[in-house]
């Protein structure tokens, strides 16, 4: 996106730019930007346990475990040092279901949004289910993670999560 | 600064790594890049611009309140927030308010020549500059006052954009003053206007083409 | 603490403002309020606004709207990223402070060049949440069905303050979805009977996403009756935020509503003591109202059955404009419901008035306003 100071967006959109069906100027806008962001240690132990293969939580104040973790208690704000290994399988909490993937989300197939309680976890991770309807969902049925061959720590490292066989 | 600045409590306590990924190499960052698409559709004053652009005219509008012409128009009078609605038909010749002589090169514009020149341009009869490239001039030729011309793309290569003009380009024409050039004569009219000693703007006032 | 008084508003909302750029169209509004207390931009003390670079995609968009404001000579302005609430309650702690007497204050928001579903998105957790992607209507039908599932609300419920929406809205000309444009939808049977596209949630559980901004000036004491005829005081006014993690929140809940509520003066459904006339609620998505009505203790006090339906106060207790049900201006529609509430009380459509905004993701931030008239 780059704005010419003699007044026009729309210059900086070449071919894509058209007219609406009533004869006004159009363009199309793309906003991109390529974050490359620091993870911290909290957060990039979690990252690089998606990339072996294993998920980890974190205990709170509380002595209560977050998963995803953060390095801050969300509640008090302190600092959260002790990571525990959660799931990989878990409880789905709440779920909607998504008929069209839209166009940044990544995956191609229907699918079901699903809040899971990973086993060991007090709190929710948000993801996937990929299940063939949504007559295959319900409020506390055990899913478990689908991992992707190729991971690299990122939380699509996890292609989605599937029923718990049996 | 001393580099014994002690490390803040909150951040002393060692987060111990499981023994599973310990001796592994550590994830330190995570790309996460966002892209958002939008159907940008330009506004009133914006449509009209582009749209008169394409046929090689330039439009600004006049404020309503005194006078003064903006171009390119935005639909408004950005000092007093009043609502513009009248085009004025600029003549695509004007003068350098401002310059610069730029070393590095434009992404996408492997056609610009370094080093090359961008300036405030102030066309005849309007108040404020917009920027523009001046070409077909020996950077050290560039001056405050210089006055300027358009040179278009070719007829068919014209459409509603802001790259139609290439570049501005010396007329040779007598330059205009130094304090009455780019925004001097305008600050000028409105300091006058402020002491309540002013008469309506006469916009550049100063050049050939509005007298 | 000075009284401090809401004494203009002007607003325009519709679904696409697509011939206006967001200056064009807010200079009409504040122009609006500038002649309603016969002020020029220099004339007031401070002026701030609330917007969003993400819904122009341009940065520091904001600049560009200060045009239609009129800002020379130099003006004293500030600017949130932040729903046109907040920059109110900015604008009060500027006048309590008695730093200034008078303020202008507005937002806007033209979500139509792009899609707000997925632009919410980025205000996410950015490492676990944002690179998936969720959109907006699917999070908060995570959190409707956690609500439905708990038996802290019905289906029924959820349409019935749809329905009620509909109803309400009617006359409101700022509406985009109303009984006009919705007749067979009036009711909570006639909605149950419709899809649920992001399930549990109807179309109609979902405020609709439009183009719109308001501008609302505030003066102190003396200066607030020289400037209007029935000045609106704000009695009591807070804000306050959860947690953002919506996977370690209770979603059911809304406890920074609660506190700002109470904060602001508000116990057991009432205002030191005094029955409300009417409230205005900022909740994009039914079910949200009903939390929200939940968190007030106003379904217990004020004998409301859960469905919203008013109970014995009838459809124009609850959002007696629609609501952002019938139209959601993103970053506007906050301050949009003092401006709603205030006119109500200016028109002498009632005495006290709660108006409430949010802000983040799922009722993450809430900000509460009591108004009275005088």
Same mark, same amino acid.
């Given at each position: 996106?780059?704005?010419?100071?003699?007044?026009?967006?729309?210059?900086?959109?070449?071919?894509?730019?058209?007219?609406?069906?009533?004869?006004?100027?159009?363009?199309?806008?793309?906003?991109?930007?390529?974050?490359?962001?620091?993870?911290?240690?909290?957060?990039?132990?979690?990252?690089?346990?998606?990339?072996?293969?294993?998920?980890?939580?974190?205990?709170?104040?509380?002595?209560?475990?977050?998963?995803?973790?953060?390095?801050?208690?969300?509640?008090?704000?302190?600092?959260?040092?002790?990571?525990?290994?959660?799931?990989?399988?878990?409880?789905?909490?709440?779920?909607?279901?998504?008929?069209?993937?839209?166009?940044?989300?990544?995956?191609?197939?229907?699918?079901?949004?699903?809040?899971?309680?990973?086993?060991?976890?007090?709190?929710?991770?948000?993801?996937?289910?990929?299940?063939?309807?949504?007559?295959?969902?319900?409020?506390?049925?055990?899913?478990?993670?689908?991992?992707?061959?190729?991971?690299?720590?990122?939380?699509?490292?996890?292609?989605?999560?599937?029923?718990?066989?049996? | 600064? $001393?580099?014994?600045?002690?490390?803040?409590?909150?951040?002393?306590?060692?987060?111990?790594?499981? @023994?599973?990924?310990?001796?592994?190499?550590?994830?330190?960052?995570?790309?996460?890049?966002?892209?958002?698409?939008?159907?940008?559709?330009?506004?009133?004053?914006?449509?009209?611009?582009?749209?008169?652009?394409? /046929?090689?005219?330039?439009?600004?509008?006049? $404020?309503?309140? +005194?006078?003064?012409?903006?171009?390119?128009?935005?639909?408004? +009078?950005?000092?007093?927030?009043?609502?513009?609605?009248?085009?004025? @038909?600029?003549?695509?010749?004007?003068? *350098?308010?401002?310059?610069?002589?730029?070393?590095?090169?434009?992404?996408?514009?492997?056609?610009?020549?370094?080093?090359?020149?961008?300036?405030?341009?102030?066309?005849?009869?309007?108040?404020?500059?917009?920027?523009?490239?001046?070409? /077909?001039? !020996?950077?050290?030729?560039?001056?405050?006052?210089?006055?300027?011309?358009?040179?278009?793309?070719?007829?068919?290569? *014209?459409?509603?954009?802001? /790259?139609?003009?290439?570049?501005?380009?010396?007329?040779? /024409?007598? +330059?205009?003053?130094? !304090?009455?050039?780019?925004?001097?004569?305008?600050?000028?009219?409105?300091?006058?206007?402020?002491?309540?000693?002013?008469?309506? $703007?006469?916009?550049?006032?100063?050049?050939?083409?509005?007298? | 603490?000075?009284?401090?008084?809401?004494?203009?508003?002007?607003?325009?909302?519709?679904? =696409?403002?697509?011939?206006?750029?967001?200056?064009?169209?807010?200079?009409?509004?504040?122009?609006?309020?500038?002649?309603?207390? &016969?002020?020029? =931009?220099?004339?007031?003390?401070?002026?701030?606004?609330?917007?969003?670079?993400?819904?122009?995609?341009?940065?520091?968009?904001?600049?560009?709207?200060?045009?239609?404001?009129?800002?020379?000579?130099?003006?004293?302005?500030?600017?949130?990223?932040?729903?046109?609430?907040?920059?109110?309650?900015?604008?009060?702690?500027?006048?309590?402070?008695?730093?200034? #007497?008078?303020?202008?204050?507005?937002?806007?928001?033209?979500?139509?060049?792009? &899609?707000?579903?997925?632009?919410?998105?980025?205000?996410?957790?950015?490492?676990?949440?944002?690179?998936?992607?969720?959109?907006?209507h699917s999070l908060a039908a995570l959190a409707a069905r956690i609500?439905?599932?708990?038996?802290?609300?019905?289906?029924?419920?959820?349409?019935?303050?749809?329905?009620?929406?509909?109803?309400?809205?009617?006359?409101?000309?700022?509406?985009? %979805?109303?009984?006009?444009?919705?007749?067979?939808?009036?009711?909570?049977?006639?909605?149950?009977?419709?899809?649920?596209?992001?399930?549990?949630?109807?179309?109609?559980?979902?405020?609709?996403?439009?183009?719109?901004?308001?501008?609302?000036?505030?003066?102190?004491?003396?200066?607030?009756? %020289?400037?209007?005829?029935?000045?609106?005081?704000?009695?009591?006014?807070?804000? %306050?935020?959860?947690?953002?993690?919506?996977?370690?929140?209770?979603?059911?809940?809304?406890?920074?509503?609660?506190?700002?509520?109470?904060?602001?003066?508000?116990?057991?459904?009432?205002?030191?003591?005094?029955?409300?006339?009417?409230?205005?609620?900022?909740?994009?998505?039914?079910?949200?109202?009903?939390?929200?009505?939940?968190?007030?203790?106003?379904? #217990?006090?004020?004998?409301?059955?859960?469905?919203? &339906?008013?109970?014995?106060?009838?459809?124009?207790?609850?959002?007696? &404009?629609?609501?952002?049900?019938?139209?959601?201006?993103?970053?506007?529609?906050?301050?949009?419901?003092?401006?709603? =509430?205030?006119? %109500?009380?200016?028109?002498g459509k009632g005495d006290r008035a709660l108006a409430h905004a949010?802000?983040?993701?799922?009722?993450?931030?809430?900000?509460?306003?009591?108004?009275?008239?005088?």
């Amino acid at each position: 996106m780059s704005a010419n100071a003699t007044g026009s967006e729309a210059s900086s959109a070449g071919e894509s730019a058209s007219t609406t069906a009533d004869g006004r100027l159009r363009a199309d806008l793309v906003l991109e930007y390529p974050f490359n962001r620091t993870t911290g240690e909290i957060i990039g132990a979690f990252l690089t346990g998606l990339r072996e293969g294993v998920i980890y939580g974190v205990r709170t104040s509380d002595g209560s475990i977050m998963a995803p973790p953060t390095d801050y208690d969300p509640n008090t704000a302190e600092p959260l040092t002790e990571l525990v290994e959660v799931g990989p399988a878990g409880e789905v909490k709440s779920w909607t279901w998504c008929a069209e993937p839209r166009r940044q989300q990544p995956w191609n197939h229907p699918f079901a949004w699903a809040l899971i309680r990973l086993d060991g976890a007090h709190t929710h991770m948000l993801h996937a289910v990929r299940v063939a309807s949504p007559a295959e969902m319900r409020i506390g049925m055990r899913v478990e993670p689908k991992w992707n061959a190729e991971r690299q720590g990122h939380i699509c490292d996890i292609a989605y999560f599937e029923p718990v066989a049996g | 600064m $001393s580099a014994k600045i002690p490390k803040p409590t909150a951040l002393a306590k060692p987060v111990q790594l499981p @023994e599973r990924i310990a001796n592994v190499e550590q994830v330190r960052s995570v790309r996460t890049p966002i892209s958002l698409n939008y159907d940008f559709i330009p506004g009133q004053a914006a449509q009209a611009y582009l749209t008169a652009f394409g /046929e090689k005219r330039i439009l600004g509008q006049r $404020s309503p309140v +005194d006078g003064a012409v903006f171009v390119p128009p935005r639909g408004v +009078d950005p000092r007093f927030g009043v609502a513009t609605t009248e085009y004025v @038909e600029l003549p695509d010749k004007g003068h *350098i308010g401002s310059f610069c002589v730029t070393q590095v090169p434009i992404p996408g514009r492997d056609d610009l020549e370094l080093p090359y020149i961008s300036a405030w341009i102030f066309l005849d009869g309007a108040d404020i500059g917009f920027i523009g490239l001046v070409g /077909e001039c !020996d950077t050290a030729d560039c001056r405050i006052g210089m006055r300027v011309e358009a040179v278009w793309k070719d007829d068919d290569q *014209i459409a509603q954009t802001a /790259e139609n003009i290439k570049w501005w380009r010396p007329t040779g /024409e007598p +330059d205009v003053a130094f !304090d009455q050039a780019g925004g001097r004569g305008f600050a000028a009219r409105q300091a006058a206007r402020a002491d309540g000693t002013g008469h309506a $703007s006469q916009p550049n006032s100063a050049n050939p083409a509005s007298q | 603490m000075r009284d401090i008084a809401i004494v203009a508003t002007s607003m325009v909302q519709t679904l =696409a403002m697509d011939t206006d750029t967001e200056v064009e169209f807010m200079v009409p509004v504040i122009s609006d309020v500038k002649r309603q207390v &016969s002020m020029e =931009a220099q004339d007031f003390g401070f002026i701030c606004s609330g917007s969003s670079d993400f819904l122009a995609g341009q940065a520091f968009s904001f600049v560009h709207t200060l045009d239609a404001v009129g800002a020379v000579p130099p003006i004293s302005e500030s600017h949130v990223e932040m729903d046109g609430a907040w920059a109110l309650y900015e604008a009060w702690v500027k006048l309590q402070l008695g730093e200034v #007497d008078t303020a202008l204050i507005y937002s806007y928001g033209k979500t139509s060049p792009g &899609s707000l579903r997925d632009v919410l998105a980025t205000q996410l957790d950015p490492y676990y949440v944002t690179p998936l992607w969720p959109d907006a209507h699917s999070l908060a039908a995570l959190a409707a069905r956690i609500g439905l599932e708990s038996g802290q609300f019905t289906a029924t419920d959820m349409a019935a303050v749809a329905a009620r929406s509909l109803r309400n809205a009617t006359d409101n000309p700022l509406a985009v %979805r109303s009984a006009k444009t919705h007749p067979n939808l009036t009711t909570a049977e006639n909605i149950l009977a419709e899809a649920e596209v992001v399930p549990p949630l109807r179309e109609l559980d979902c405020a609709i996403d439009v183009d719109g901004g308001v501008a609302v000036v505030i003066a102190a004491e003396d200066e607030a009756r %020289r400037l209007c005829d029935r000045p609106v005081w704000i009695r009591g006014i807070d804000h %306050r935020i959860d947690a953002q993690n919506i996977g370690a929140r209770d979603l059911t809940r809304s406890e920074s509503a609660a506190k700002a509520a109470a904060q602001a003066g508000m116990a057991n459904g009432c205002f030191n003591g005094e029955k409300l006339d009417f409230i205005e609620f900022y909740a994009p998505y039914s079910y949200q109202e009903l939390i929200l009505l939940s968190e007030l203790g106003l379904i #217990d006090e004020l004998g409301l059955s859960a469905d919203g &339906s008013g109970g014995a106060n009838g459809d124009d207790f609850i959002n007696p &404009s629609g609501g952002v049900l019938a139209g959601h201006t993103m970053m506007g529609s906050g301050l949009m419901r003092l401006a709603e =509430a205030s006119q %109500r009380i200016s028109q002498g459509k009632g005495d006290r008035a709660l108006a409430h905004a949010t802000s983040g993701p799922l009722l993450q931030q809430n900000l509460i306003c009591v108004l009275e008239g005088e």
